[in-house]
């Protein structure tokens, strides 16, 4: 039973990741498009809550139980699917603790701007280009973690 419980947390954990990363670039994508600095400034506001308080407890939640999963499972830290998902982890890590500054700057640039009544300064752009291409390999190292988790592939690194 505690193996089913474990490996429910792992994959709430995981859709909480995959579900946080998409929400939060759609709606900021969808705010930055407007180009008010008050509709930025508040989305930007819960976006920082969102990650502090969601993404940031799963991020914590899945190293804990993908090792008690693969623990109880019986498999080897040392497999080759479960290696990659842990360098792809933290690849997506990387990226994902400079987008975090750069939300919270965009928020307080949009919310200065919102404050003064001006458009987001060229500093918020340059971050908002920036925070957009961080997205990519960490997302797509979500999804490809997804589908080593699925697939469970066998790959030999280490003889």
Known sequence: MLYFVVKYLHVIGAAVLLGTGAGIAFFMLLAHRTGNAATIAAVAHIVVVDDFLFTATAVVAQPITGVALAWQAGY?????????????????GLFWLPVVWMQMEMRNLATRAATSGDPPPERY???????????????????????????????????
């Open 76 to 92: 080897s830290l040392r497999e080759g699917w479960i290696v990659l998902s842990i360098v792809l982890y933290v690849v997506t």
């Open 125 to 159: 752009n340059k971050l908002f280009r920036l925070w957009f291409v961080f997205g990519f390999p960490a997302f797509a190292a979500v999804l490809a973690i997804f589908w080593l988790m699925i697939t469970r592939p066998l790959i030999v690194l280490f003889d």
